[in-house]
């Protein structure tokens, strides 16, 4: 089977489908997400938070991106990887393409995520020559937490004039799809009307071209609050920890493993030898 590329997503997008994007973070993960269905993996810098436990995305590398997209990428044939660029590693030109190279040639995958709008414009057209595809995000940028706050984006004056300026920054660059995250939905279905290429939401309503979700929220991996932007389709997280009481009761119990856990040998024979 051939991996999904940008054009097919294009392909989806024309033909008026709206498709989903998930995150993943390892080879088993993503195994499970191509088994779902789901065209569009996302190797986030979110991965700074759920899989090493960092309390923002600023401190995850582009080493941590290829390592996971690695897994990612043995973990699945079909479904197009995109991985993250960093906080700052992309704030020159050169970084940029440094950054691209690794998470494209090392990670293997398909094409790039980065944060801004006008301001990146520029690079987003330098790697789009290049050969990497890049995804855009705008909205809440979460390596901009710093400057614009933990809060939905688009509402004081000027900002939704902003926001659309920048997504036409993004696609006359080059960009192929754009993330949108914690925008107000009738903004959001603006800035999609707008564009020809597809948007992809995340807390920011359901006129999008696509949706983005982050593994751990949807699969009800933490037991912390659930965020207006999420829902849990499953309560894995509750399950694993009965699963995990009953092998420990099981265990001091005595009860597991079982004669079918178990591999046989003569006795007979055994004792003879260690006799
Ligand atoms: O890192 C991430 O998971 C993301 C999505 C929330 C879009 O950037
Ligand atoms: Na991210």
């Given at each position: 089977p051939m991996r999904t590329t940008t054009r097919d997503i294009a392909r989806l997008h024309a033909e008026g489908r709206r498709f989903t994007m998930v995150t993943a973070y390892d080879y088993t993960s993503a195994r499970l997400a191509e088994r779902a269905g789901i065209p569009l993996i996302l190797v986030g810098d979110s991965l700074g938070m759920v899989?090493?436990?960092?309390?923002?995305?600023?401190?995850?590398?582009v080493d941590d991106i290829v390592h996971h997209a690695r897994a990612a990428v043995r973990g699945c044939e079909t479904p197009l990887v995109v991985g993250d660029l960093p906080?700052?590693?992309?704030?020159?030109t050169a970084d940029a393409i440094d950054a691209a190279r690794r998470v494209m040639?090392?990670?293997?995958?398909g094409s790039v995520k980065i944060e801004g709008g006008r301001t990146v414009a520029g690079t987003v057209h330098t790697l789009v020559d290049a050969g990497v595809p890049v995804m855009g995000h705008l909205g809440f940028t979460p390596q901009s937490q710093h400057t614009i706050g933990l809060r939905v984006q688009g509402?004081?004056?000027g900002a939704a004039r902003r926001l659309v300026e920048d997504a036409l920054a993004l696609q006359d660059a080059g960009a192929w799809s754009i993330v949108l995250e914690l925008v107000p939905a009738p903004l959001a279905r603006e800035v999609t009307a707008r564009l020809d290429i597809p948007t992809i939401g995340i807390?920011?309503?359901?006129?999008?071209?696509g949706e983005v979700q982050v593994w751990h929220d949807v699969l009800g991996l933490f037991d912390a609050h659930v965020p207006r932007h999420t829902r849990r389709f499953a309560t894995l997280g509750d399950q694993a920890v009965e699963a995990l009481q009953a092998l420990a009761a099981e265990v001091e119990a005595g009860a597991f493993p079982g004669p079918e856990n178990s591999a046989r040998m003569d006795e007979d024979a055994l004792a003879a030898e260690l006799a």
């Open positions: 899989m090493l436990g960092h309390d923002s995305t600023l401190p995850v590398t906080f700052l590693t992309y704030a020159t040639a090392e990670g293997g995958c509402r004081d004056t807390g920011a309503g359901p006129h999008t071209s």
